[in-house]
């Protein structure tokens, strides 16, 4: 065996030392397998409990391969990450907020994606307060936390500024409808207050 090298016990070659992964246990602290054998081991083992492993793909320098959209894109696509061992988030940018999107409904509200598009399009498309804007915003119940439907914007700020309570809305729709404040003619020159 030459100087800076080590057999690989699996495919009975001399490789360079730094062809093996650290292993602190072992006497030289070296895996007894190559990093090509190990990967190899490894993946046959994944096989027989059923499970798959990722492709290693070649990956060039500045660019890291995304495991959601499977796609290689440049370090610029991704977030810092300083705990990971790259330096880069586990996601590009794209796929990451896509999940953040679906893991934010489901926290929130206890809903999918699909179920709050399943909502708008039985809505038409439209708040159900204004019929006008498209539905953006799914509206709940701050008490029991139910979700209620999806709402425009505008209605959605305009339900929370009310705190979500019906007699204050009952007479913000009296009083957009004139109804509140003007007094009520009941005989020449005698007018009723509204109470």
Not at 3 to 14: F, H, L, M, V, Y
Not at 26 to 31: E, I, R, T
Not at 101 to 130: H, L, N, P, W
Not at 154 to 183: H, I, T
Request: glycine share 8%; aromatic share 8%; with cysteine.
């Amino acid at each position: 065996m030459v100087e800076g090298t080590k057999r690989c016990s699996r495919c009975k070659q001399d490789k360079p030392r730094g062809e093996f992964a650290s292993n602190r246990s072992a006497a030289d602290g070296l895996q007894a397998y190559c990093r090509e054998c190990w990967a190899e081991y490894y993946k046959a083992r994944q096989e027989v409990k059923g499970r798959t492993v990722r492709v290693k793909v070649d990956v060039p320098s500045g660019h890291k391969r995304c495991p959601q959209c499977e796609e290689i894109k440049p370090h610029s696509e991704w977030e810092p990450n300083k705990t990971t061992s790259d330096g880069w988030s586990s996601y590009c940018r794209s796929c990451r907020a896509k999940r953040n999107r679906a893991s934010y409904f489901m926290r929130k509200y206890g809903i999918t994606e699909a179920e709050r598009d399943e909502m708008i399009a039985a809505q038409g498309g439209v708040c159900v307060i204004c019929r006008d804007a498209p539905a953006e915003h799914v509206d709940h119940d701050h008490q029991t936390g139910k979700v209620r439907g999806v709402l425009c914007f505008s209605c959605n700020a305009a339900l929370g500024q009310f705190k979500d309570r019906p007699d204050v809305m009952r007479r913000a729709a009296a009083y957009v409808e004139g109804n509140l404040w003007n007094p009520t003619l009941v005989a020449q020159g005698v007018y009723r207050q509204p109470s």
